[in-house]
C-alpha cells in the first residue's frame, strides 16, 4: 500500500460513524466500550488505521448493528435483485445524503419522537418540501 487509506476501511469507517451518530454515542464512549481511546476510534472512523475483525465484532455489538451492515455501501442490507439506493430514489438527493451528518441527526431525532407525532412530522416536512419547490 502507499499510506493512503484503502476505500473498504473508509467505507466501514464511514459505517462506524454513521451508527455510532444515530445512536448518540460520542467518540468517547465508543471508545470506552470497545476498549480503546477516542483517537484511535477518529482512525477508525477516518480509515487511518484498519480495524480487526474481533474490534469490529465489539464495535457492532456496542453499535448494534450487523457485520454485514458496514460493508454495505449503503449502510443497509439489500433483498436480492435490488441495485438502487434509496438516495438514488430520491429526486434531487445527493448521493451522500444517507452518509451526511445533518440526516443522522433528522433521523435520530425522528426517532426519539413519541411513535404516534411521526406521521405529523413527515406530512409537516413534505408539506414545507412541496411549497417551497
Same mark, same amino acid.
Given at each position: ?6 476505500? =473498504?476501511? &473508509?467505507?466501514?469507517? #464511514? ?8 445512536r448518540g /454515542? $460520542?467518540?468517547?464512549? %465508543?471508545?470506552?466500550? =470497545?476498549? &480503546?481511546?477516542?483517537? #484511535? ?9 484498519? /480495524? $480487526?475483525?474481533?474490534? %469490529? ?17 449503503t449502510g ?58
Amino acid at each position: 500500500m502507499n499510506g493512503s487509506a484503502d476505500g =473498504i476501511d &473508509v467505507l466501514v469507517g #464511514q459505517r462506524i460513524r454513521q451508527q455510532r451518530t444515530l445512536r448518540g /454515542i $460520542s467518540q468517547d464512549k %465508543l471508545g470506552q466500550l =470497545i476498549g &480503546v481511546s477516542f483517537q #484511535q476510534v477518529q482512525k477508525y472512523e477516518s480509515g487511518a488505521n484498519r /480495524i $480487526s475483525a474481533s474490534r %469490529l465484532f465489539t464495535v457492532s455489538r456496542a453499535l448494534e448493528a450487523p457485520i454485514e451492515f458496514f460493508f454495505s455501501e449503503t449502510g443497509e442490507t439489500q433483498a436480492d435483485g435490488e441495485d438502487e439506493t434509496e438516495a438514488e430514489r430520491i429526486n434531487g438527493a445527493p448521493a451522500d445524503v444517507l452518509s451526511r451528518r445533518e440526516t443522522l441527526k433528522l433521523v435520530r431525532f425522528y426517532y426519539d419522537l413519541p411513535e404516534r407525532l411521526r406521521p405529523h412530522v413527515v406530512e409537516l416536512l413534505r408539506a414545507i418540501s412541496i411549497e417551497d419547490a
